[in-house]
């Protein structure tokens, strides 16, 4: 079981930048692969990008390629979302989560924060 909760949302200008981090719980957190997804009003959830266990390889949306960057503290359980050149295209709610290595389905779940860009 990994209880996941997000921080850092909030309010932006256009061409602003925001970190957002992903806090898990439990011993294991290294065994998961971490994704980040975000969910505008009336759209559908969209991949923003994922990091594999171990944190050699991450991938990227392509609305995002170029301006965010995920990384991740194993030592502190913690995975980062680095948003840069933030358009309020970008404007939505920005969850985290996790799924075991060699599976494909994400199963655990933040409860999301909040990112408003202003133009």
């Known amino acids: 079981q990994v209880q996941l909760m997000e921080s850092g949302g909030g309010f932006v200008q256009a061409r602003g930048s925001l970190r957002l981090s992903c806090a898990a719980s439990?011993?294991?957190?290294?065994?998961?692969?971490m994704g980040w997804f975000r969910q505008a009003p009336g759209k559908e959830r969209e991949f923003v990008g994922g990091i594999t266990a171990s944190g050699g390889i991450t991938h990227y949306g392509d609305s995002v390629k170029g301006r965010f960057t995920i990384s991740r503290d194993n030592a502190k359980n913690t995975v980062y979302l680095q948003m840069t050149s933030l358009k309020p295209e970008d404007t939505a709610v920005y969850y985290c989560a996790a799924r075991r290595k060699y599976t494909a389905d994400y199963t655990y779940w933040g409860q999301g924060t909040q990112v408003t860009v202003s133009s």
């Open positions: 439990g011993r294991t957190f290294s065994i998961y692969n």
